[in-house]
């Protein structure tokens, strides 16, 4: 018997309220999309509708749609379309035909009480669909119209096991009558491209006859990326296997002898960009060593890199078919095995204008499982890297004055941002758009740089040692040696809030949904709400130097704090109640906690230590998964993007990646000194080292 699938369509479009627009679009919207997700040829969704319920019929209706599942793979879609809106505290309501915009707690659908809802679900697959545009308490933000889905935290309050929640994010605006806020809804290509994609069975990408979740994700962002170039939905959550939402009436008819095609990621990184290239040709070489899929396909593909107008490419595409002991050349003019028909885009390269020759030679070895694929230099000891978020660039900051961004895709530097004569760099930072960087320095100023223009306006703060983006990139944070940290409005410039502590501030970070601050200074760690500058909570301890607490950080869903330092070990704790859950304990009397990074999920977390290691936790129950040894301090440590591999720096001249849980090492990647930075590119790539030997290098770590 098939698993039952139950859909509830909530829609408001018209509100009691007139500090509350009317939306003519979402009732619209709910009857298409009941129309297709109840067709039985298509999705066969029990599809219950709810439209422009008050909230105390919606409240009922969600209670007896989640808790009327009667077994954990009863799949449940719930799709809202209306207001989002926030209090002055940052909590996020769903609005209801009869919401009071000044009376939201009793008015609206608390995302806390809607999430608790959700947990208590036998069904592990649920999937939330949140077409929804959201206004709120601006505070000192008022004037600004454009906002970003993080400013909601979506993900972090629904995020959860069998979970997937899509939303529109960004086609949402602000907009401002005196004191009373609309949520301004823009035309929904987000629920017309969801409809389009199920009924037309275009959301089918891989020709399977099943529209997964994630296919029709794929498809939506496609849609609305086209019309609205500046809105980009989201998809976050945890699912195991494929949530299948519908079928394809286009199903492809199977061949008689299918073929096997490189995977999509593969073909397109073969046309791209040099590095892109490079990385293309470790999968190649790795799916014929493995055996996997399309061999024939894969060493076609070699021998048509070996014809690369980039001298780097050809001879890494030469060496890898010499491993594979495939060393004849293809003959000219001849179609290479496996590219012919559907695969011949797989080396049909478009012509390249040559860029500037990358500073590295030209066929650099593979090193223990990294191959280095870009290197430049500065005039003193790397400190401080960054990539920017959509991975197109990577900041470096040095002992000198001066900060280097580099294009990722070509390995050459394409901008500086300069600092006062004899001045060092301390700290780097991208916006969540990867159009703004901010660089610190001990001239006692900040940096911002918008990379389209060509100023680079100065905020006073002495001494900076650590600066952050909120989520939303509206704000920024700057903890400095003055005992402060400083929330600056990038707007107008203007500093918003001074956040006191009895030492310097050493450490600083954003809870996920922007409400939170939280910082570390000598022996303590606080947190802060944003709004009325209160502190909320701190965790302290005994230690022997001032410079006890040098790291703070958010897990993901914004539920556990990790702060760590000088003799101290790692504390978890609860942001709001200051509670204490687990010390984190790395060996020897005066252990330095130098870095920390959690796992995307939030499960894991790594720590690096001056005691040689970097040690994975198990966040819930506090035990230790893993030791990384190194043979000198370990100086910094990154996650990758999936979470499966963590890199580490250290003094003993080797920056390494490991495989987590395990532990096991998968890469070296060397340096002439100690490795003080290093970063995972967004993407998951391309891993960038610092060292005190004045280089920063790009590397490509073997599969």
């Known amino acids: 018997m098939a698993p039952k699938r139950s859909a509830l369509i909530v829609a408001t479009s018209e509100y009691s309220d007139p500090k509350l627009e009317d939306l003519p679009g979402p009732r619209e919207d709910a009857r298409e999309l009941a129309r297709v997700l109840g067709d039985p040829a298509i999705c066969d969704f029990e599809v219950e509708t709810a439209i422009d319920p008050g909230v105390q019929e919606l409240r009922v209706t969600l209670e007896r749609f989640f808790r009327g599942s009667g077994t954990s793979d009863h799949l449940l879609l719930l799709h809202f379309s209306g207001h989002g809106l926030k209090d002055d505290s940052g909590r996020l309501y769903f609005a209801a035909s009869d919401t009071q915009f000044d009376h939201l707690f009793s008015t609206a659908i608390n995302d806390q009480w809607l999430h608790e809802l959700i947990d208590h679900a036998r069904s592990q697959r649920i999937v939330l669909v949140l077409d929804c545009c959201f206004g709120g308490a601006f505070g000192r933000r008022r004037g600004r119209r454009a906002a970003t889905k993080e400013a909601i935290g979506i993900e972090e309050r629904f995020e959860g096991k069998g979970r997937v929640i899509v939303s529109a994010s960004t086609g949402m605006q602000y907009a401002y009558e005196g004191d009373s806020r609309h949520g301004i809804s823009v035309p929904s290509v987000f629920t017309k491209a969801v409809v389009e994609g199920l009924e037309t069975g275009s959301a089918d990408r891989d020709g399977d006859g099943r529209i997964s979740i994630d296919e029709l994700y794929n498809h939506v962002v496609e849609q609305v990326r086209t019309n609205r170039p500046e809105q980009m939905p989201t998809k976050s959550g945890y699912v195991e296997g494929d949530i299948v939402i519908g079928r394809s009436r286009r199903r492809r008819p199977a061949a008689a002898t299918p073929k096997p095609r490189l995977p999509r990621e593969i073909r397109a990184a073969i046309q791209g960009s040099l590095i892109a290239r490079l990385g293309a040709i470790v999968a190649l070489e790795h799916r014929v060593t493995a055996g996997e899929g399309d061999v024939e396909g894969a060493l076609g593909a070699l021998r048509g890199l070996q014809d690369d107008d980039s001298r780097q490419v050809a001879s890494a595409a030469s060496a890898a078919l010499r491993r594979l002991g495939q060393i004849e050349a293809r003959p000219p003019g001849e179609d290479p095995p496996g590219t012919a028909g559907q695969d011949a885009e797989v080396t049909q390269q478009p012509a390249r204008q040559t860029s500037p020759e990358a500073p590295q030679p030209t066929d650099v070895p593979w090193f223990m499982g990294a191959r280095e694929v870009a290197r430049v230099t500065h005039t003193g000891p790397i400190v401080t890297l960054a990539f920017s978020p959509d991975g197109s660039k990577l900041a470096s900051g040095a002992k000198e004055p001066t900060v280097q961004i580099l294009d990722t895709s070509t390995g050459v530097p394409i901008r500086q941002v300069k600092h006062g004569w004899l001045t060092h760099i301390r700290k780097v930072a991208f916006s969540p758009d990867s159009q703004v960087l901010a660089t610190a320095s001990d001239d006692h100023e900040v940096r911002i ?124 704790w609860d942001p709001i109640s200051g509670v204490v859950h687990h010390v984190l304990e790395h060996e020897g009397l005066m252990a330095f906690v130098s870095g920390l990074a959690f796992t995307p999920n939030g499960r894991l977390l790594g720590t690096a230590s001056d005691n040689g290691t970097a040690r994975i936790w198990d966040v819930t129950s506090g035990q230790q998964v893993a030791v990384l040894q190194h043979g000198g301090p370990v100086n910094g440590i990154a996650m990758s993007p999936d979470g499966a591999c963590v890199a580490t720096a250290s003094n003993d001249t080797t920056a390494r990646v490991w495989e987590i849980p395990s532990g096991r090492q998968i890469a070296q990647m060397p340096h002439d000194g100690p490795v003080r930075a290093i970063a995972y590119s967004p993407t998951g790539s391309l891993v960038a080292t610092g060292g005190d030997d004045k280089s920063v290098r790009l590397w490509i770590v073997r599969p």
């Open 449 to 572: 740089c918008d990379l389209r223009l060509d100023d680079a306006p100065r905020l006073p703060h002495k001494n900076v040692n650590s600066l952050v983006f909120s989520p939303d990139g509206a704000r920024l944070a700057t903890a400095g040696a003055d005992k402060t940290a400083q929330l600056w409005d990038l707007a107008s410039g203007g500093q918003v809030s001074t956040f006191q502590h009895d030492f310097g501030v050493q450490a600083v970070a954003f809870s996920p949904d922007g409400q939170l601050l939280a910082t570390g200074a000598s022996k303590m760690a606080r947190i802060w709400d944003i709004a009325s500058g209160r502190e909320i909570s701190k965790a302290g301890w005994e230690a022997m130097f001032d410079w006890a607490c040098s790291q703070v950080s958010f897990s993901p869903n914004g539920r556990v704090v990790a702060s760590g330092g000088q003799n101290s070990g790692v504390r978890l």
